[in-house]
Structures are given as structure tokens and as C-alpha cells.
């Protein structure tokens, strides 16, 4: 799929797309947006027309989260019958164009915003390539699908079997990469809630983050009613994970 700002900046204004359409080579999908007549419709190729015309490093949409996650490999871990793409934006004001958010042929979509974790920051992104297409998406690393995960997922379900289960299999994800994901991350929630996740995990990459270095803003956080204090992070989670479990 391609956007009539792509088929204008190679050269095909909008009447030509209309000639190119009745002449059956290009099918109109909704307003602002064409297909190759014959091509399948699906939301990667959707994301592909919004990433089009994007810088590579900051596009305007992109997958992340637990489809993030899923795509790259760890669907194993994810919770089974979830269906909803997970699609971030940057910006408050973001919104996906009608002819995608509302295409039956796209599935279920669900956009977030980037919740403190600012697209630019090193070791964002990465490429990938959808079996069978002939094109990339630019879509969240493990390191920060995680993190965008835990940054729209409620108090009350941080310790779930979906979150915790997801870290059993995160067993390669790159420290030096994390760390600067940390260091950039203005949500204070977010990074105390990874470290308590990381650390009841035990992977040896937990052992290798600078958590010295964090900022981790003041004062004690609630992260679970009724929980117990975990003293070196100053957040109330389930006894489990505390430091002194």
C-alpha cells in the first residue's frame, strides 16, 4: 500500500492515480491511500504506507509492545488469543488516518502513545521484513517493546502471569542497549517496574545494567496494593518479587 503523498513524491499526481485506477492497475482504499490492484490487504502493509515517507529513525507509527515482542520471536511467552495489534505513536496529538483505523481487513489496532520513551533514543528500532512481502517495517526491539509494554499496562496488572511469564523468555536481550533505553526514559514507573520484573527474572543481563546510574526519581511508589516495600527499588510490589523474597 502507498499513500497519495508517496504516489506524488514519485511522480503521480492525483489524476493520474485516478486514470491508473479506472484503468484497474491501482484500487482506491478509502481516502488518501491506494493499493496495487490484486495485492492483499494486510495492517503490515498498512504500516508500510505510513512509515513510507518517514525518516527511518523517527517514523510517525510503529509496531511495538507485545506485537513487538510476538513478531521477533517471543510470541511463545505471549498470552494466546491476542489479536490486537499494538501500534505506537509520537505525539500526543497522533492519530491513525480513517482508511487504516477503520479497514476490517487490518484487524483490531490499538495506538498508544510513547508513554516517556522518545522514538529517537538509541536502540529503538530495528527492521522487519513480513514473510511473504516484498517490503520492511521499522518496528520496536525486544528491549523497548518491553518497556513500552510495561509503560500503558495498569498497577494492578504488572504482575501478571502475561508480564511475568513474557520475562522467563527474554533471556537475550542486549544490556548496553537497555541501559541506554533507561537512561532515556522519563517515566519513572516504567523503569522501577522493569528492574523489580528484570531482577525476579535472573537473567544475566540484569546482573550487567548500571541501575546506580538510573534515575529513578524520589520517594516510595505503589505499584500493588497490599503488597510489601521492596527496599532497594522504594516501590510496593507482591511479596515475591521484593528483595528480601
Not at 15 to 34: F, P, Q, S, V
Not at 85 to 109: F, N
Not at 156 to 175: A, I, M
Request: proline share 5%; net charge neutral.
Amino acid at each position: 500500500m502507498v499513500t497519495t503523498a508517496w504516489l506524488e513524491a514519485h511522480g503521480i499526481s492525483a489524476n493520474h492515480a485516478a486514470k491508473l485506477t479506472e484503468a484497474g492497475w491501482l484500487k482506491r482504499i478509502g481516502r488518501g491511500a491506494y493499493c496495487r490492484a490484486g495485492d492483499p490487504l494486510t495492517w503490515e502493509s498498512g504500516v508500510f504506507a505510513l512509515q513510507a515517507l518517514s525518516d527511518p529513525a523517527a517514523p510517525p507509527f510503529w509496531p511495538g509492545g507485545q506485537t513487538a515482542l510476538a513478531l521477533q520471536g517471543f510470541a511463545h511467552y505471549l498470552p494466546m488469543g491476542h489479536d490486537t495489534t499494538h501500534l505506537y505513536g509520537s505525539g500526543r496529538r497522533s492519530q491513525l488516518p480513517v482508511w487504516l483505523e477503520k479497514a476490517d481487513w487490518a484487524g483490531a489496532i490499538d495506538l498508544h502513545q510513547d508513554k516517556g520513551l522518545s522514538v529517537d533514543l538509541s536502540g529503538s528500532l530495528t527492521d522487519y521484513n513480513p514473510p511473504g512481502a516484498g517490503f520492511a517495517l521499522r518496528i520496536s526491539t525486544p528491549e523497548r517493546a518491553i518497556l513500552e509494554w510495561i509503560a500503558i499496562t495498569p498497577n494492578d496488572l504488572l504482575f501478571s502471569s502475561e508480564l511475568v511469564d513474557t520475562f522467563t523468555g527474554l533471556n537475550t536481550l542486549r544490556p548496553r542497549r537497555l541501559q541506554a533505553l533507561l537512561a532515556g526514559c522519563r517515566s519513572v514507573k516504567t523503569k522501577r517496574a522493569f528492574l523489580v520484573l528484570a531482577r525476579h527474572a535472573g537473567h544475566a543481563w540484569y546482573h550487567r545494567l548500571e541501575t546506580h546510574s538510573l534515575d529513578l526519581g524520589k520517594g516510595k511508589r505503589q505499584l500493588c496494593k497490599g503488597g510489601r516495600l521492596d527496599k532497594e527499588y522504594q516501590v510496593t510490589v507482591p511479596e515475591a518479587f521484593t528483595d528480601e523474597h
